[in-house]
């Protein structure tokens, strides 16, 4: 059996172990809706939830494989059941043009405005 950290870090789902460790521990990881630690190991039919900021992204074990491979292959380590992922967590972030000087008092007020907080 595999570790839900290296298992994670495997089919990657994280960059790196560390982060994926650190994922766990903090909480944003759950197995079976249960709260895990690292090294609880998974099996085949487990469904592991990733918890992220407005998406919680779903995943069932398939193959709980304990090396890193290529992505082509980590593919058929999980079965993906998640729901689908909400529009505005990809639509592209609101920039501005390089040189353009400080943001004015209007668009400092704009730009707490996209990311949701009120003016004061």
């Known amino acids: 059996m595999t570790r839900i950290d290296v298992w ?7 960059k790196t172990r560390s982060l994926a460790t650190n ?7 759950r197995l079976n809706d249960d709260p895990v630690k690292p090294a609880k190991e998974v099996r085949p039919g487990d469904l592991v ?7 919680d ?9 304990s090396k890193r491979v ?4 980590a593919v058929d380590a999980y079965e993906d059941i998640s729901a689908p992922r909400p529009e505005w967590l990809s639509a592209p972030m609101a920039r501005r043009d390089r040189g ?11 730009i707490e405005q996209l990311r949701g907080r009120e003016n004061r």
Do not use: Y
Request: proline letters at 7%.
């Open 23 to 29: 994922a766990v521990k903090g909480g944003h990881i």
């Open 100 to 110: 353009a000087g400080r943001p004015t008092k209007k668009d400092r007020r704009d």
């Open 57 to 65: 992204r779903v995943l069932k074990v398939v193959n709980p494989i």
């Open 49 to 55: 939830t990733i918890k992220t900021p407005g998406w």
């Open 70 to 73: 290529g992505a082509r292959i």
């Open 8 to 14: 994670l870090w495997s089919v990657r789902a994280f």
